[in-house]
């Protein structure tokens, strides 16, 4: 029979995950539930996260932003930290899905699910984002870049939780956009986030990452590269959206969608740019 578990502390799971196996963590709930009405899951006990009051918190450290794995995208929306210091991440979780799905899907499942759409792993992985990762031996600090980068190996183990989610806080303008096939209820077909730092005009700072082309979302360095010295209006031309299209036939070459998805990444890349410099 499938046991329940509900902890209030984050010390509770970890011993719990200690002393039992094939078991699954419950944070929202989008996913797993439907994986079970599937039949795609199979375990012995499904761990509830719901009143573990500490994973629901995004606070303001100093010089980092602790976002809790169960804050949910509404949470984002409504909270002046992330207003103040992360606007694509607000840009991401506006788009996210339904109200419904908005309120009960969370940063950290988002995050553990891995999936190659995921909206909000972009944005992490642009502003620099790291991962706190326990477990009853130990804890780790990940960077959301390396864990997708070398994801076999970073990858959660079966007695890890993904706690917190740390923000370096920057005076960066930020942007997001994604392309889906019905708006905001949509999946991601190709998404973009942007993190920039820019002195009289000059881009002195990028982060670009592009999400859904490929098996997990990842910088376009070479074009970052480029862009360093020049006025931002560069980032709009002819010769940096050559530069954004080679990247994603680089990365999904043979597929399908590539012809696609190659015409649609400069669309979506202006766009999130407009959604950096308008804040």
Not at 19 to 28: E, M, T
Not at 40 to 58: G, H, N, P, T
Not at 69 to 84: G, H, P, R, W, Y
Not at 112 to 121: E, M, R, T, V
Request: aromatic content about 6%.
């Amino acid at each position: 029979m499938l046991k329940i578990y509900s902890p209030k502390t984050i010390e509770e799971v970890k011993e719990y995950m200690k002393d039992h196996s094939n078991l699954k963590l419950l944070a929202g709930g989008t996913d797993l539930v439907l994986d079970f009405k599937r039949n795609k899951v199979k375990c012995e006990s499904i761990v509830s996260l719901e009143k573990i009051s500490d994973l629901k918190k995004i606070v303001d450290d100093k010089d980092e932003i602790y976002i809790g794995a169960m804050v949910t995208f509404s949470d984002l929306i409504e909270n002046n930290i992330i207003k103040d210091y992360c606007n694509l991440l607000l840009n991401c979780s506006m788009s996210m899905g339904s109200p419904q799905i908005r309120n009960v899907a969370t940063v950290g499942g988002n995050i553990a699910n891995g999936g190659s759409a995921a909206d909000i792993i972009p944005c992490i992985i642009s502003l620099g984002g790291v991962l706190l990762i326990e477990s009853e031996e130990a804890i780790r600090r990940v960077s959301c870049e390396e864990y997708f980068e070398n994801y076999k190996e970073e990858r959660l183990k079966e007695n890890e939780i993904l706690t917190h989610i740390i923000i370096p806080k920057t005076q960066n303008i930020s942007g997001y956009y994604k392309l889906g096939k019905r708006n905001s209820l949509a999946i991601s077909r190709v998404s973009v986030t942007v993190n920039l730092e820019i002195k009289k005009d000059r881009i002195c700072a990028i982060n670009i990452c592009l999400g859904a082309v490929g098996r997990y979302p990842f910088r376009a360095k070479e074009l970052e590269e480029r862009s360093l010295g020049k006025d931002i209006k560069w980032l709009y031309s002819e010769e940096a959206l050559e530069y954004l299209e080679s990247i994603v036939e680089k990365s999904i070459e043979g597929r399908k969608t590539m012809p696609f998805k190659r015409e649609a990444i400069k669309g979506v890349f202006k766009r999130a740019l407009d959604n950096a410099l308008q804040q």
